[in-house]
């Protein structure tokens, strides 16, 4: 593959301080922290949100879908709408009632305090099932951002709507409305290797938004969301181009629409990897417009050599599932173990948490030849080493 030029960095915050990336990075972190095999949740919302599209997250009941979405929207902060659609749900339960004293004056308005068309982060459960009313209205709010109903017409601070449903539709009237979510993943129940975590993670409480994160990062996500919209995408044009074309020859459906949106996903992954310009180091997130879960899987297999070199500093799980790059593993790996060798600084107390550090390890030794361990990464190793090393 042919290596693109250096991207230029993002321009840096005051010495010392984390760079808005970074926030959104450790707010997601922690939103996926004891929630097992649920980080692309957390990590491909970040994604969405800077790059102003909608998700649609597809799996069986009980997968914990809802609550990796709630966990990065306290994480995020702003004000957060949640609701559960049924056949029978009426569109004042999502965008508010009728103004009663507007209507005793001949007006037909509507109270939006507290409903979806007020809020920064929307999450609707079983979206499918909602009415054509519903829906109607809804695409009007996910395509321009602004609600209009009666005489009301409210410009809406929505940064990304998560819609989530159990299996995608057959109706092609809702797979057309499905198609507004650019973004999709489809998450599996946890795999057998890993039930113990699952089981640990379920005995443990579910630990307190921190303070530090508790205050709003949305000027964070939209100053990252206006670096995107100004990303420098001319460079990895015509290999976008070209992935594509394989992706509709290989027989994964991408309409126009959805062609010209993959853009918005790129440009959001070059800046949270900390550039103002886009490179072949972006395409990772092609996979996600394909429609189903094998589709996606199509995906990755034909892009294979454009996504070889692929990885994200901050959506380091994401990039590394959907690429399965060793630029991404290691990035990932060295996040993990900085991450660990912070929290416990030296010596673990107690069994459990010696055996993360060492499961790290050696993952890092089995994954990489002494040789070709990257720089930072070998840090980390040789962090670990001295940590778990018998004293």
Same mark, same amino acid.
């Given at each position: ?179 507004r979510f650019l973004a999709r993943v489809f998450v599996e129940p946890v795999p057998d290797a890993r039930l113990e975590e699952l089981l640990e993670s379920g ?12 205050? $709003? ?53 070059a800046v949270l990897d900390g550039r103002t310009s886009a490179s072949a180091r972006d395409l990772w997130v092609l996979p996600l417009i394909a429609p189903t ?14 996504? $070889? ?39 673990? $107390? ?42």
């Open positions: 593959m042919t290596e693109t030029t250096a991207a230029a960095p993002l321009p840096g915050p005051a010495a010392g301080s984390p760079s808005d990336a970074e926030l959104i990075a450790t707010a997601v972190a922690a939103a996926g922290r004891d929630m097992v095999e649920r980080e692309t949740v957390a990590e491909v919302l970040a994604l969405c949100a800077v790059a102003g599209e909608h998700l649609l997250v597809i799996g069986a009941p009980g997968t914990a879908k809802s609550e990796a979405v709630r966990r990065v929207a306290a994480q995020l902060g702003g004000r957060y709408f949640e609701y559960l659609l049924g056949r029978f749900t009426e569109p004042n339960e999502l965008f508010g009632p009728v103004d009663l004293r507007r209507l005793r004056e001949g007006r037909v308005e509507f109270e939006t305090a507290g409903m979806l068309p007020e809020a920064d982060i929307a999450f609707l459960d079983e979206i499918f099932l909602g009415s054509t009313a519903v829906l109607n209205t809804l695409l009007g709010l996910l395509n321009e951002r602004v609600f209009r109903r009666g005489r009301t017409t409210l410009a809406s601070p929505l940064r990304i709507c998560v819609g989530a449903a159990n299996h995608l539709p057959e109706d092609p009237a809702l797979a057309a409305f499905a198609d005995r443990r409480p579910a630990a307190p938004v921190a303070p530090t994160a508790t205050r $709003d990062l949305l000027g964070a996500l939209d100053r990252l969301a206006a670096a995107a919209r100004g990303c420098d995408l001319d460079s990895v044009t015509p290999l976008l181009a070209t992935a594509l074309r394989r992706l509709r020859a290989a027989g994964v459906p991408v309409s126009d629409r959805r062609a010209v949106r993959s853009q918005n996903l790129v440009a959001a992954a879960a094998d589709s996606q899987t199509l995906a990755r297999e034909t892009l294979a050599d454009l996504i $070889d070199q692929a990885a994200n500093r901050s959506l380091a799980h994401t990039s590394e599932e959907l690429s399965r790059s060793t630029a991404a593993r290691a990035e990932r790996l060295m996040r993990t173990g900085a991450a660990l060798l912070a929290e416990h600084g030296g010596l673990p $107390d107690g069994q459990d948490s010696r055996l993360r550090l060492e499961a790290v390890l050696r993952e890092i030794d089995a994954g990489f030849d002494p040789a070709d361990l990257p720089a930072p990464l070998a840090g980390v190793r040789a962090g670990l080493v001295a940590v778990v090393a018998p004293s």
